[in-house]
């Protein structure tokens, strides 16, 4: 019995080290081990809806010709992009920053692009510009083309839910100056390398409290996850408001695989390797209700998702585009 019991053992390693050796093989053969960043002429371009005209957006390579941009996914948003973007402008109004917000509409269906464009109309295309995608691509792919589009020292990706309240920015960007030992022009940051990330780890007892069982196993299952797979030490990664100076955004944005909700994991998986300083700051947060996200289902494919990430950085399938230039 112990002899067949080693046998079936024996079989069974071999078969799982085999298909192993086909996946590694697979993804070598098939994988770009860079990203084409794919976008059509009609991407590259934004509308001025007061008067019709067409221009072209720019480009991240360029040099800094405001303080701030502010990236915004936006996925089927007509109902809770407004409050946000009020919120936003109120802030950025009354500040002395010289701004930018750039919508992306990732595909959406409603009227998202109508909304934006109205706040567009209301403040000018030199401080709101809406980029329409023409398919969904993914939440990480809409920011990276918002990104890549833009003319701030410092680029701030925001969700479009608005959980995240716009005085608490003053908090990353001093943590940002702080860091990289700044003062003066927040356009001397340009060229620097720092990433700042707003943190709900802070409310997670309280969290804790107001959630199931199984979903708190979940919330522990995937911070293990990333741990193992990706990036130490940061609690919390998928905070959807993220501070990048403009080197750093290029440097990450360029080598992104991810265009989905695991993305976030990738792009401080990028900054480590490069050794881009990163910096947790707490941030309010409230949870809004219309998340497109499910627990269970979108849980699984992050999972899913950290796994191919460890694996095809690890047998050499991917590689980050900066770091070998």
């Known amino acids: 019995m112990m002899f067949n019991l080693n046998i079936v053992v024996f079989y069974a390693s071999g078969f799982a080290a085999s298909i192993l050796l086909s996946i590694c093989i697979f993804f070598l053969a098939t994988a ?37 941009s502010v990236i915004v996914p936006a996925y089927n948003e ?31 269906t409603d ?16 401080k709101l510009r809406v980029l329409e995608l023409e398919t969904n691509r993914g939440k990480g792919g809409a920011v990276r083309l918002g990104m890549l ?7 701030l990706f925001a969700d479009a839910d608005g959980a995240t309240k716009f005085s608490d920015y003053l908090k990353i960007e001093n943590s940002m100056r702080n860091t990289l030992k700044v003062t003066g022009s927040v356009r001397h940051m340009a060229i620097k390398l720092g990433i700042v990330i707003g943190s709900r780890a802070h409310l997670e ?16 299952g995937f911070h293990a996850l990333v741990w193992m797979f990706a990036v130490k030490g940061i609690k919390d990664t998928q905070c959807g408001f993220k501070l990048f100076t403009r080197q750093a955004a290029l ?17 401080l998986k990028i900054a480590r390797s490069l050794e881009i300083p990163i910096v947790e700051v ?28 460890w694996l095809r950085y690890t047998i050499g399938a991917w590689k980050i585009k900066a770091k070998y230039d």
């Open 149 to 155: 589009s833009a003319r701030g020292a410092l680029l």
């Open 205 to 220: 007892k309280d969290s804790i409290a107001q959630r199931s069982i199984f979903r708190t196993i979940l919330m522990y």
């Open 111 to 126: 009227g998202t692009v109508n909304v934006a464009n109205k706040f567009s109309e209301r403040i000018g295309t030199n």
């Open 251 to 267: 440097d990450c944005f360029e080598s992104l695989h991810v265009e989905r909700w695991a993305f976030d994991v990738e792009l």
């Open 282 to 309: 707490p941030v309010n947060w409230t949870e809004i209700e219309g998340s497109k996200v499910t627990p269970v289902l979108s849980w699984i494919e992050m999972a899913i998702d950290l796994a191919l990430i």
């Open 78 to 108: 007509e109902t809770r992009l407004p409050s946000m973007l009020n919120e936003c402008i109120d802030y950025l109004e009354s500040s002395s920053t010289s701004y930018e917000i750039i919508i992306v509409s990732d595909g959406s």
């Open 32 to 68: 770009k081990q860079y990203p084409i960043i794919r976008r059509t002429k009609r991407e590259k371009c934004f509308v001025n809806p007061s008067t019709g005209q067409v221009l072209e957006f720019p480009s991240l390579k360029d040099e800094c010709s405001l303080d701030l």
